[in-house]
């Protein structure tokens, strides 16, 4: 079943790095203060450990974004926007290593990046804490939950978002028994609750949910647990790294049930399909938050990519929309300052306003006093008032003959 507006072709989803330039998958930039007068912006994305796919397609990104606004004249009268990044490595620790290194020694107003949660949340004290801007492109609720002082936005949907999103595909594949494998952290845990919720919502029943704990030895005691009593369907909630073992244990095992998974897991920008084969990952369906794919700002951030159109790129979109908001409510603001214009952020991004989705008209447009609502590449850019993104939608697909294929768009 494929949604009636859903176009892009299988062929064209993007299949990791090598689908990149090869300048920009190749290494980080260097690392270096700005000359004087630059406006010094930073990003800690993952190169490394089990979320190091995603990294290099959200360099492009925002270094192009950089680049074009930079080729346009920059910002706040002719000052240039130099851009810092760091490796999260997936981990905790690193991430907040690589903030405070962007805080302290490059001084930057915005910290952005931030694909994990758990990277996130034990960054943002010291992000709050500097009075500086952190944006995000993951889901565990509580980044935004508490005193953020206004200084936080996310650019994807939250991980309550994604639970119900999960039910509606169920609905979509007929499983009405189901059981929930997931693996215990913050943005997975978080989906649980209103996944069950919605399940019940439309007629369906969750019979148990199985815990795991990230790098264990071996899932094969959890798999059994949750496949055993063959549900309809097993949604499974993992990163790269455990979905490989869980995959081949749930093939190992000759295990009926259908598999309704995360991108994060059984995706990974086709990093999955590389590690366990067509064989053992055909049937498995995987949900992801989606770009705008059928927008003019989506189509145009391909081109900029150079990839073919209709590619998707899942979370470059929104390194680019991160730059793009950030200059923009700097220059709305007539400041640097992160704590002064981040009060300028749904002044250029959210309703009403004259919609535009190029960045350098954008920035014409803000400076000859216009009131814009500016539409990005990963998202609307529409933000509430605790800084978490509006009007998301979910991208389905479904593995097929060794490939991600088109099944839908559930909201």
Not at 43 to 68: D, H, I, R, W
Not at 269 to 297: M, R
Not at 390 to 397: A, G, H, M, W
Request: net charge neutral; hydrophobic share 45%; with cysteine.
């Amino acid at each position: 079943m494929t949604d009636s507006r859903f176009v892009v072709n299988r062929r064209t989803v993007l299949a990791g790095v090598g689908s990149l330039p090869l300048a920009a998958a190749l290494g980080r930039p260097a690392i270096a203060l700005g000359a004087a007068g630059d406006v010094p912006l930073g990003m800690v994305l993952p190169f490394s450990g089990a979320t190091g796919a995603y990294g290099p397609a959200m360099k492009q990104a925002a270094e192009l974004v950089v680049s074009k606004v930079n080729e346009a004249g920059g910002v706040l009268g002719g000052r240039k926007v130099k851009l810092f990044i760091e490796d999260s490595e997936t981990s905790a620790t690193a991430s907040v290593a690589a903030s405070k290194k962007l805080l302290e020694v490059n001084k930057v107003e915005l910290v952005g990046g931030f694909w994990g949660s758990p990277e996130a949340l034990a960054a943002k004290p010291i992000i709050l804490a500097a009075n500086k801007v952190q944006m995000l492109s993951c889901a565990a609720n509580a980044v935004t939950e508490g005193d953020t002082k206004g200084l936080i936005y996310r650019l994807q949907a939250k991980s309550s978002q994604w639970g119900p999103a999960g039910a509606k595909v169920m609905q979509k594949i007929g499983a009405k028994k189901v059981t929930v494998l997931a693996q215990q952290n913050p943005f997975i845990v978080a989906m649980v609750e209103p996944f069950k919720a919605e399940m019940k919502k439309i007629g369906g029943e969750v019979l148990d949910v199985v815990m795991y704990n990230p790098d264990q030895a071996s899932y094969r005691a959890e798999v059994e647990k949750a496949f055993g009593p063959e549900p309809d369907a097993v949604f499974v909630l993992p990163l790269l790294t455990d979905m490989v073992s869980i995959a081949k244990e749930i093939f190992r095992g000759g295990f009926t049930s259908k598999v309704v998974s995360l991108g994060t897991g059984a995706d990974a920008e086709g990093k999955f399909l590389q590690a366990v084969g067509p064989e053992v990952a055909e049937g498995i369906y995987h949900l992801q938050p989606s770009p705008p794919i059928d927008s003019p700002s989506y189509a145009r951030f391909v081109k900029e990519m150079g990839a073919p159109e209709g590619t998707v790129f899942l979370f470059a979109g929104n390194a680019w929309d991160q730059i793009c908001i950030t200059v923009l409510a700097m220059e709305h603001a007539k400041t640097q300052e992160a704590a002064v214009w981040t009060k300028s952020v749904r002044e250029v991004c959210n309703p009403p306003g004259e919609p535009v989705d190029d960045i350098v008209e954008a920035l014409k447009m803000v400076r000859e006093g216009k009131k814009i609502n500016f539409n990005g590449a990963g998202c609307t850019c529409d933000f509430d008032e605790k800084g978490d993104s509006l009007n998301r939608s979910f991208y389905v697909q479904l593995i097929k003959g060794g490939k991600n294929t088109p099944f839908g768009v559930v909201s």
